[in-house]
Nanobody, 120 residues
Framework: QVQLVESGGGLVQAGGSLRLSCAAS????????MGWYRQAPGKQRELVAA???????NYADSVKGRFTISRDNAKNTGYLQMNSLKPEDVGVYYC??????????????WGQGTQVTVSS
């Protein structure tokens, strides 16, 4: 049973920083893409950042230059460093991981979500 456990959310003032972690556990043959989506109140869930197993990254335009995604493959853990936080970054951040099953299909697993609140 694969589980993703998130940590690192919280309350920060505008301009501050937070670091999110997403640790995968269970039977893990490998992890393909990892990343985070966020959902702000009244808005659709949006992709914030993603990283491939090879380290290629992709960011939402709204966070480019402020957020950095990374991963430690040996620890099966992803990280999202969020700097220069803005009130519009508020939301619940959900990490995800694409993990291949023994049958060859790719499944997406989700973390429990962590709240990020930015005060102005």
């Amino acid at each position: 049973q694969v589980q993703l456990v998130e940590s690192g959310g919280g309350l920060v003032q505008a301009g501050g920083s937070l670091r999110l972690s997403c640790a995968a556990s269970g039977a893990l043959p490998s992890i393909n893409n990892m990343g985070w989506y966020r959902q702000a109140p009244g808005k659709q869930r949006e992709l914030v950042a993603a990283i491939t197993s090879g380290g290629s990254t992709n960011y939402a335009d709204s966070v480019k230059g402020r957020f950095t995604i990374s991963r430690d493959n040996a620890k099966n853990t992803g990280y999202l460093q969020m700097n220069s936080l803005k009130p519009e970054d508020v939301g619940v951040y959900y990490c995800f991981a694409n993990i291949p099953a023994p049958n060859g299909l790719l499944y997406t697993y989700w973390g429990q979500g962590t709240q990020v609140t930015v005060s102005s």
